[in-house]
Nanobody, 128 residues
Framework: QVQLVESGGGLVQAGDSLKLACRGS????????LGWFRQAPGKDREFVAGISWSGGSTYYADSVKGRFTISRDNTRNTVYLQMNNLKPEDTAVYYCGASEKWPPPDFGVVREDEYAYWGQGTQATVSS
């Protein structure tokens, strides 16, 4: 069992930055692929970014590529999402997830049903 707790959301203006964090506990954290998803009002949850267990491989949705950066610190059992140049369309509840899947190089774990554990989410709101 893995427990995940997100933090770092808030209300910012377009062009600003936010850094989300997701701290894990329980089973061996570094053995999991970690991902960030988001869900806007009235929309399905969508993949944002993912990172391999070592941190050596990352994968991004096209909508955030070049603006968001995912990283992880296994000594702190924490995965981060640095979000720069935020846009109003980035407004959503952001969730982190842990997956037991091992994607091939240059691919990510992008399907929601491939994640076994989820956090409760943190709200990020970007005003125009």
């Amino acid at each position: 069992q893995v427990q995940l707790v997100e933090s770092g959301g808030g209300l910012v203006q377009a062009g600003d930055s936010l850094k989300l964090a997701c701290r894990g506990s329980g089973r061996i954290f570094e053995k999991y692929y970690l991902g960030w998803f988001r869900q806007a009002p009235g929309k399905d949850r969508e993949f944002v970014a993912g990172i391999s267990w070592s941190g050596g491989s990352t994968y991004y949705a096209d909508s955030v590529k070049g603006r968001f950066t995912i990283s992880r610190d296994n000594t702190r059992n924490t995965v981060y999402l640095q979000m720069n140049n935020l846009k109003p369309e980035d407004t959503a509840v952001y969730y982190c997830g842990a997956s037991e899947k091992w994607p091939p190089p240059d691919f990510g774990v992008v399907r929601e049903d491939e994640y076994a554990y989820w956090g409760q989410g943190t709200q990020a709101t970007v005003s125009s």
